[in-house]
């Protein structure tokens, strides 16, 4: 099922620059105004949100979407995410240039290496948990250890600084909708602290 809100639109925001980059820097195509140039014809191309199941990410050829499941907004880091664009990318190339054919046959699996993609990104499914071990990234570390601090700084005897903590803390769990890390936060935290929890 496809989802909007504030959290998703955030999401959607961090990931159309990572297509494009994709786009235009590995698969040097042409991108304008939502638009792919292949073989001298333009062709849409559509980012959504989903919810719910195993998969992380699938290609739409009837819609030219590809959608990325909401549990990746606060499971995988940036450059796992990366990959998966890459393989739905792939999907999206494979489909402009050879037509409806075998899923992850031999066309797909070229399509990956005239890429220079890894393994990884040829695969038809991961874990997020084993693929975030690959990768180091600063930016999805930063904000998981700011929002650490944060809640525990809410047991600070400065009720301002305890309740400018909470406040900052929501919104950190809003922006990155990093609701299911903070309950693991929650759960690991002296009971005095988690009286004062953030919670929407």
Known sequence: MRIYSKATESFLKK???MLVQILEQEMKL?????????????YPINLVVFEGGNKLGYFDYRTFTIALNKRLM???KTDVIKDILRHELAHFYCYLDYGLKEIHGE???????????NETVIKASSSVEIENQKYTDSEFDKIQERLKKLLSLQSSSNIHEAELATMKANELIIEYNL?????????????SICLKAPFN
Request: with cysteine; glycine share 0%.
């Open 15 to 17: 990931l159309r620059p």
């Open 30 to 42: 042409n991108f304008k105004s939502k638009r792919v140039l292949f073989k001298n014809y333009y």
């Open 74 to 76: 606060f499971e995988a």
């Open 107 to 117: 066309d797909f699996k070229n399509v990956c290496r005239l890429f220079k993609w």
């Open 179 to 191: 609701s299911a890390f903070a309950q693991q936060i929650f759960m690991s935290l002296p009971f």
